[in-house]
């Protein structure tokens, strides 16, 4: 009986180690070259001036994003965790463009994201700055976004209007829109 235990045990370890090897060596500059052909049907542009392999991690450098050629956003640094069973993207300091810093803080500090195929088609999204907290999610399949925001000062001051598109929760905003 052990011994049937410990084949098992070997087995999983092979196929843990062979996916890990499979991550370390997966080609991410061209996945990216992929992702931004697959943007720009949806007239989406993410460009960024360096990008490294690290092994297990993917990192882009002074980031733009443009939507129908209009400036949306920069950032500093995007980190791509490729990993097989749990994808995270890690996105630090986003500026947002000044057409929409009437409508909300144009200073985000960080944002995450992560999507695991074991969830399905859910991303969900973590973001901290100068609007406040926010988590929510991203549902693919039903074309759905929520998120939940617990709004700083600033956003309270500031862009009351934008908060007015929020519906009031115990914790404190959410936003629901399908698209």
């Known amino acids: 009986m052990i011994r049937f235990f410990s084949k098992i045990m070997y087995f999983i ?16 500059k061209q996945i990216w070259f992929y992702t931004q052909q697959k943007l ?5 542009s993410l ?4 990008y490294k392999d690290k092994g297990y991690e993917f990192l882009l450098e002074d980031n733009s994003l443009k939507y129908d050629k209009l400036n949306v956003a920069t950032s500093k640094k995007i ?16 500026k947002l463009s000044e057409v929409l810093s009437d409508m909300f803080p144009s200073k985000i500090e960080k944002a ?16 901290k700055g100068d609007m406040g907290n926010a988590h929510g999610f991203i549902d693919v399949l039903h074309r759905k976004v929520v998120i939940d925001l617990e709004p700083s000062k600033i956003m309270k001051r500031r862009f009351s209007r934008t908060l007015r598109e929020f ?13």
């Open 13 to 28: 370890l092979c196929i843990v180690l062979f996916l890990e090897i499979v991550v370390y060596f997966l080609p991410k």
């Open 47 to 50: 460009n960024s001036k360096g």
């Open 112 to 127: 995450t994201l992560y999507w695991s195929p074991l969830c399905g088609y859910k991303i969900e999204i973590e973001a």
């Open 167 to 179: 519906k009031k929760v115990k914790t404190g905003y959410r936003y629901v829109k399908t698209f």
């Open 79 to 94: 980190e791509v965790f490729p990993l097989i069973f749990i994808n995270k993207v890690k996105i630090k300091n986003i």
């Open 40 to 44: 720009e049907k949806y007239y989406i």
